[in-house]
Structure formats: structure tokens, C-alpha cells
């Protein structure tokens, strides 16, 4: 954690912030290392501040480090708003309305909230090495995952017996599905966010399977589509549009290049193959300690990447009612390019 209470520090210089103070847990998490479910800290200049309760008291002693840690008996926002002076910032996107109006009511005076959301989560899509070899760790375990969910064979099992199975091998191997893995076959396929069923697999069906494993907090996320045996004219065409749109669209990640830029790559090609209305979400995400974080890879966003984010690059294509394909990556940005973190391969793969 070292370093990242300095990065937030001199973030409040530029947004002209005194302290911020910090409630998500995820957030507190990143700053401190400290992994209780109650945790607040308050970052100002030259100031590290971690508040907890009796029961964390040793848990903290025992994680976080380069900050100050206090126990608090008795009033909790009483004890954070005696420690707040100046203009300083809260996660607006996190704080509940009512905890603001009563940490307001204990304020002293010259203490004033400025809604400062995003600010850590900003912080976060710039991996350290440390977080780097987590993830990569996390990616490695889903990708022996899927090698042996596939050996056991997908036709005739369900969807949901797949995805349980892919879990449970996930928890064996030493970490924690990072989100319910996702096991869609054939017209399920179709509906980006299914939830495994109990129709069994059939053969000659193309099966979405998304996973990911989560390890020391850190989240890895993938998806390959497999066909059970021969797909067909149709789905070998879609499959095949999904893998040029993905591997043109990575071929664009690179730092200095916006959100936008590179899901335009993926989009184009899926338009040019008449499926623009079947690509409908963003082409990828950031991960790291949430599946879901910055910065956003979609038509919308300016978010500018920069080297060492992680990111998602996941084009799909689904035809309602009758199959789906995505393929998914995670890559650490660099300065002219990618490194991938995905090592499985995404030509079109029959299994059992
Ligand atoms: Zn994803
Ligand atoms: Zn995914």
C-alpha cells in the first residue's frame, strides 16, 4: 500500500481539497490494506488516519501500514469529525445521504464537505507491480479453470452444472469466482448477462463462458465461446466477426488512446458484418480489486488509458433466439501497446 496514500495527497493539492475522507470499504481497501468491513480513513498533507472499531483492532494492526490507527469506542462520526478540519472531500457516490446530514451535524466549524467521488477510484486504475502480479496470479487460475472445465466435456451437462463446477474448482485451486461465472449456450447465448440454466447442452451449440477468479482482492475476468461440435454456416460467421473485431480492436490498446477510439475499432468491424444492432454493450472495462471498474472502453467514454490500467476487451455479437458469441481478454496496458493476460486460444474450439 505504500505510495498510494502520497498519490491521493497530491490529487487534494490540484482539486484544492484539505483532507479526504474515505468511507468505501473497497477504496479504504486500496488505500490502507485493511480488509474488516468497517474501516474509514482521512488522507491530508503530510496526515494518514485509519479508524476502526474494537473488533479490528488487531486485524489492523496486522494490515495496514503508513497509517495511523485509531480505535474508536462509542460515537463513530462523532470520532471522524473531530479529526476533519478545512474543505475536505467525501465519496459522494458512496455515503449514504443521511450518514452526510449527521457527520454534518457533528462538524466544527470551518469543516466543510466537497463531494469528491471518483477520486480514489481514479487512483485505482493505475496498477503497482504488486497488484499487477496479483491479477496476473488471478488470471492464470481462471485460465487452468476453463482447460479443465473443458476437458470434462460441455454437451449434455446444464449450464448451471458447468458454471457450479467451474466455481467450485475455482475455490479447490485457492481463490473465489471474482462474479457467478456465466455458462450460455445456444439461444442463451444470446443474453449478454444469463444466467446458467438447467437446459442441458447440446451438441453443435456455441457456449458463452465468462469467469473469473479473484485472489489476495485482485479480480481477473475472461470469456470464450466453445462450440460443441459444428456450429453451423451462421455461427462460424458470427464467431469469426467476433474474433477479428477482437483482435483488431486489442491491436488499438494502447495508452494516450481514448475509451471511444477503441471500442469505434471493434464496432465498425461487427457494423461493417450487418450485426451493429447485436453488439449492444461497451467493448470493455478496467478491473482490479471490483470485476467492474474504470476506466470504461465504450462508445461514450473519454476516458484517456494510460499505462499499467487493466482492461477488458470484449466484443460479442448475439442474435436473439438463437446463439451468442463473446471473447474476452484482460490486458495491462503500456505505452505502445498491451501485454495480455489472457493465455487461452480464441480460435474456434470444439469440445465435447
Ligand atoms: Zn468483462
Ligand atoms: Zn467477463
Known amino acids: 500500500m505504500r505510495g498510494r496514500g502520497e498519490r491521493l495527497e497530491r490529487v487534494l493539492a490540484e482539486r484544492e481539497l484539505d483532507r479526504m475522507l474515505v468511507t468505501d470499504l473497497t477504496n479504504v481497501r486500496y488505500l490502507t490494506g485493511f480488509t474488516g468491513t468497517n474501516g474509514a480513513c482521512i488522507c491530508g498533507p503530510g496526515e494518514r488516519l485509519f479508524l476502526t472499531d474494537f473488533r479490528y483492532t488487531e486485524r489492523a494492526a496486522a494490515e495496514v501500514e503508513g497509517w495511523e490507527p485509531i480505535t474508536v469506542a462509542g460515537d463513530w462520526l462523532g470520532a471522524i469529525a473531530e479529526r476533519l478540519r478545512g474543505r475536505f472531500g467525501f465519496e459522494d457516490d458512496h455515503m449514504p445521504v443521511r450518514m452526510l446530514e449527521k457527520l454534518g451535524e457533528k462538524l466544527a466549524d470551518g469543516a466543510e464537505p466537497a463531494p469528491a467521488g471518483g477520486t480514489v477510484e481514479k487512483l485505482r486504475r493505475v496498477k503497482d507491480d504488486e497488484e499487477l502480479a496479483a491479477i496476473a496470479e488471478a488470471s492464470k487460475l481462471a485460465d487452468e479453470v476453463w482447460r479443465w472445465s473443458v476437458e470434462r466435456g460441455l454437451a449434455g451437462k446444464s449450464e448451471r452444472e458447468v458454471a457450479r463446477g467451474a466455481e467450485a474448482r475455482i475455490r479447490e485451486l485457492g481463490g473465489d469466482p471474482s462474479f457467478p461465472a456465466i455458462v450460455a449456450a445456444g439461444p442463451n447465448g444470446a443474453l449478454p448477462h444469463a444466467e446458467p440454466g438447467e437446459r442441458p447442452i447440446g451438441r453443435g451449440e456455441l457456449v458463452v463462458f465468462d469467469m473469473g477468479a479473484q485472489l489476495d482482492g485482485y479480480c481477473s475476468d475472461g470469456t470464450r465461446t466453445y462450440a460443441t461440435g459444428d456450429p453451423g454456416e451462421r455461427g462460424r460467421a458470427v464467431y469469426e466477426t467476433v474474433l ?22 471493434a464496432r465498425k468491424i461487427i457494423d461493417e458484418a450487418g450485426h451493429g444492432e447485436h453488439f449492444g454493450h461497451g467493448l470493455g472495462h478496467g478491473v482490479g480489486l471490483e470485476v467492474h471498474e ?45 501485454r495480455n493476460l489472457s493465455a487461452l486460444p480464441k480460435e474456434l474450439t470444439l469440445v465435447d
Open 244 to 265: 477479428a473485431a477482437q483482435l483488431a480492436s486489442l491491436e488499438a490498446v494502447k495508452a494516450g488512446v481514448t475509451g471511444e477510439d477503441v471500442d469505434a475499432v
Open 294 to 338: 474504470g476506466p470504461r472502453l465504450s462508445p461514450k467514454s473519454d476516458d484517456v488509458l494510460a499505462p499499467n490500467e487493466v482492461v477488458t476487451v470484449e466484443p460479442g455479437i448475439y442474435l436473439p433466439g438463437e446463439l451468442g458469441v463473446r471473447i474476452e481478454d484482460f490486458v495491462v496496458v503500456s505505452e505502445d501497446g498491451y
